[in-house]
């Protein structure tokens, strides 16, 4: 599994938001990584389709969608249209997950489920075989710039023997304090997508930082993969 870039908009300038991504993108960014909230799964509230369609215009690269809000299936097919690449929707707000992402899949996206970080990792178990990513929450959503929960390493591991026990190769995604300081050891514990705001879009040069954040990040999946154990 190659290791990716996400850049995530929460934390770019709206005034400016074509340039924030082409920056990144010169960066080396490998998707647009695009935050829903909707004030009431989160204490927040965010972007909606409109914004999916104007970075559809500027950018080529997959937008990578996450639903942080409440009854996503009304709202998924307005984001597929808008030009979203992928979609992920939260464990905690669905009751039926399975029908979900199959749904996503159906319009011809790639599906993804997500889990906060107090929701354990085999809430999963029953649709491991399903997903074709999994994003992990390594800080409470709604906020961007927040700390790193050093938790969420032991997570990732965990998560990557669920996946392989079911067969599934799907990507593990982190999102949550993703910097110069922790880029290595999400990478080392088994992630592969690394959704980076503050990290990118505050730094003083965007282009810059995600071109460091994302060689650091293929730098640790190179000694991953050498390692006695191989991938993980």
């Given at each position: 599994?190659?290791?990716?870039?996400?850049?995530?908009?929460?934390?770019?300038?709206?005034?400016?938001?074509?340039?924030?991504?082409?920056?990144?993108?010169?960066?080396?960014?490998?998707?647009?990584?695009?935050?829903?909230?909707?004030?009431?799964?989160?204490?927040?509230?965010?972007?909606?389709?409109?914004?999916?369609?104007?970075?559809?215009?500027?950018?080529?690269?997959?937008?990578?969608?996450?639903?942080?809000?409440e009854?996503?299936?009304?709202?998924?097919?307005?984001?597929?249209?808008?030009?979203?690449?992928?979609?992920?929707?939260?464990?905690?707000?669905?009751?039926?997950?399975?029908?979900?992402?199959?749904?996503?899949?159906?319009?011809?996206?790639?599906?993804?489920?997500?889990?906060?970080?107090?929701?354990?990792?085999?809430?999963?178990?029953?649709?491991?075989?399903?997903?074709?990513?999994?994003?992990?929450?390594?800080?409470?959503?709604?906020?961007?710039?927040?700390?790193?929960?050093?938790?969420?390493?032991?997570?990732?591991?965990?998560?990557?023997?669920?996946?392989?026990?079911?067969?599934?190769?799907?990507?593990?995604?982190?999102?949550?304090?993703?910097?110069?300081?922790?880029?290595?050891?999400?990478v080392?514990?088994?992630?592969?997508?690394?959704?980076?705001?503050?990290?990118?879009?505050?730094?003083?040069?965007?282009?810059?930082?995600?071109r460091?954040?994302?060689?650091?990040?293929?730098?640790?999946?190179?000694?991953?993969?050498?390692?006695?154990?191989?991938?993980?």
């Amino acid at each position: 599994m190659s290791v990716r870039l996400a850049p995530s908009i929460l934390a770019a300038d709206f005034a400016a938001l074509g340039a924030s991504v082409a920056a990144a993108e010169r960066g080396g960014a490998d998707m647009i990584h695009v935050d829903v909230m909707d004030g009431r799964f989160v204490p927040n509230i965010s972007v909606g389709p409109l914004v999916v369609r104007a970075l559809r215009r500027v950018t080529s690269l997959p937008l990578d969608v996450h639903l942080m809000i409440e009854d996503p299936d009304r709202h998924i097919p307005a984001f597929a249209e808008a030009g979203a690449s992928l979609i992920s929707v939260h464990v905690e707000a669905l009751p039926h997950l399975h029908r979900t992402l199959a749904f996503i899949k159906g319009l011809g996206l790639k599906a993804g489920a997500v889990l906060n970080p107090s929701t354990p990792v085999g809430s999963l178990e029953e649709v491991a075989g399903d997903v074709d990513f999994v994003l992990l929450m390594t800080v409470n959503p709604g906020f961007g710039g927040q700390t790193f929960i050093p938790r969420s390493l032991s997570k990732i591991q965990a998560m990557r023997s669920l996946l392989d026990e079911a067969g599934n190769a799907a990507a593990i995604e982190v999102d949550g304090g993703i910097d110069d300081r922790t880029v290595s050891r999400v990478v080392a514990a088994g992630a592969d997508w690394l959704v980076a705001g503050t990290a990118v879009f505050r730094s003083d040069d965007a282009e810059a930082a995600a071109r460091r954040l994302r060689a650091a990040a293929v730098a640790a999946a190179q000694e991953r993969l050498a390692s006695p154990r191989g991938p993980r």
